[in-house]
């Protein structure tokens, strides 16, 4: 489903709902970015969509939504394999048996996994 369309002139950058399937292609072929769930796919299901979005010459790839639970292992895992796979960007969520996020200032700026 196309969102917004840019019809009349106005700062409205066009948006599609539902980028998974063929709308992976679409995505890479019509808009600036994809960001891709990582909240109720696989990891293996949203690599596989970034290799296409990818292969159809996709830019921009965020991984948002990515579940932090209790197992920091399992999640350092995850943000590996995002970023192994090319992402450029990841956006956490904390699950309810997560940590409680730490806040975040210039000093507190992390890079890296």
């Known amino acids: 489903m196309l969102l917004a369309e840019n019809t009349e002139g106005l700062p409205v950058p066009p ?6 399937g063929a709308n992976v292609e679409r995505a890479a072929r019509e808009f600036d970015g994809w960001l891709a ?23 921009r790839a ?31 969520l904390f699950a309810p048996d997560g940590p409680a996020p730490e806040p975040c200032g210039p000093s507190s700026r992390r890079t890296g996994v």
């Open 15 to 20: 948006l599609l709902l539902g980028s998974w």
């Open 37 to 59: 769930s990582g909240y109720r796919s696989s990891v293996d299901d949203v690599i596989a969509a970034h290799e296409r979005y990818r292969a159809a010459g996709g830019g």
């Open 62 to 92: 965020i991984v948002c939504a990515v579940p932090v639970s209790g197992d920091p292992g399992r999640t350092r895992e995850t943000l590996r394999r995002y970023a192994d796979a090319g992402f450029d960007d990841a956006v956490v």
